[in-house]
């Protein structure tokens, strides 16, 4: 059974910094292309940051520079460092497999609860 469940979300003010968590289970994560996801209010899902196996990280162009995404194969988990947070950046954040073959469509039906990242003007 899959599961993802996502953690270290809050409230920051602008330009603050907060640490996400995601583990995984359910998955071949040694073998998995792993992406954070957000969803700000009102909007719907976008793409955040991608991790392959082999540690090559891609991002949007909205958090290029002040997000750095990183994966720990011993626990199955991926992680997102937010730093210089803007109040844009507020959203429900979520971790998902990539399709493999797409752009970076998620990989799984299922999706955790998320974490809520709050960041104040």
């Known amino acids: 059974q899959v599961q993802f469940v996502e953690s270290g979300g809050g409230l920051v003010q602008s330009g603050g910094s907060l640490n996400l968590s995601c583990a995984a289970s359910?998955?071949?994560?040694?073998?998995?292309?792993m992406v954070w996801y957000r969803r700000p209010p009102g909007k719907v899902r976008e793409w955040v940051a991608g991790i392959t196996p082999g540690g090559n990280s891609a991002y949007a162009d909205a958090v290029k520079g002040r997000f750095t995404i990183s994966r720990e194969a011993a626990k199955n988990t991926i992680y997102l460092q937010m730093r210089s947070l803007k109040p844009e950046d507020t959203a429900v954040y979520y971790c998902?497999?990539?399709?493999?073959?797409?752009?970076?469509?998620?990989?799984?039906?299922?999706w955790g609860q998320g974490t809520q990242v709050t960041v104040s003007s």
């Open positions: 998902n497999t990539r399709r493999p073959g797409s752009g970076w469509d998620p990989g799984e039906d299922y």
């Open positions: 359910g998955i071949i994560f040694d073998s998995s292309t």
